[in-house]
């Protein structure tokens, strides 16, 4: 074996074909495979996002609606019931936002609402951002507390 009888391994090589753009006599020369004028065959040609070769693009054939309010407060809800299994699973009074954190009911910087839906069975001491009036009702009527965090 020597230096003469090395080849590549089959398939590893791969013939780069007709240079582009380079005479007549290449076969390829002259339009350089671009056809003929139009902006495709321009230098320095990139289509734009959204082109639809000269027709009304769909971005801007479709209205424009409606408006997002910066002010708005997204509220992750909690209902009474979802309390109350936490409560009662965990044999616990007091449930905060670390409580609700822990149990993977809301995130870090998630605003809580706690909702009215479900029965309260137990006194509870509940720490949120929000309540709806029926669950305020609910957990006082049981002799627990809602206090408003801010």
Do not use: C, W
Not at 39 to 48: I, N, T
Not at 69 to 78: A, H, Q
């Amino acid at each position: 074996m020597d230096l003469s009888n090395l080849t590549p391994a089959a398939g590893s090589v791969k013939n780069k074909g007709k240079r582009i753009g380079r005479g007549q006599g290449s076969g390829k020369g002259s339009t350089a495979a671009r056809g003929h004028k139009g902006a495709k065959s321009r230098s320095g040609y990139s289509k734009k996002v959204g082109f639809e070769g000269g027709q009304m693009p769909l971005q801007r054939r479709v209205p424009k609606f409606g408006f997002t309010n910066i002010n708005r407060k997204e509220f992750k809800g909690i209902n009474l019931d979802t309390i109350q299994s936490i409560a009662s699973s965990n044999n616990i009074e007091l449930i905060d936002i670390d409580v609700l954190i822990n149990n993977g009911l809301a995130s870090r910087n998630s605003l809580v609402k706690i909702l009215g839906r479900g029965i309260l069975d137990s006194k509870v001491e509940i720490k949120a951002h929000a309540f709806s009036k029926s669950a305020k009702e609910a957990i006082e009527s049981k002799g627990g507390t809602a206090e408003i965090i801010e």
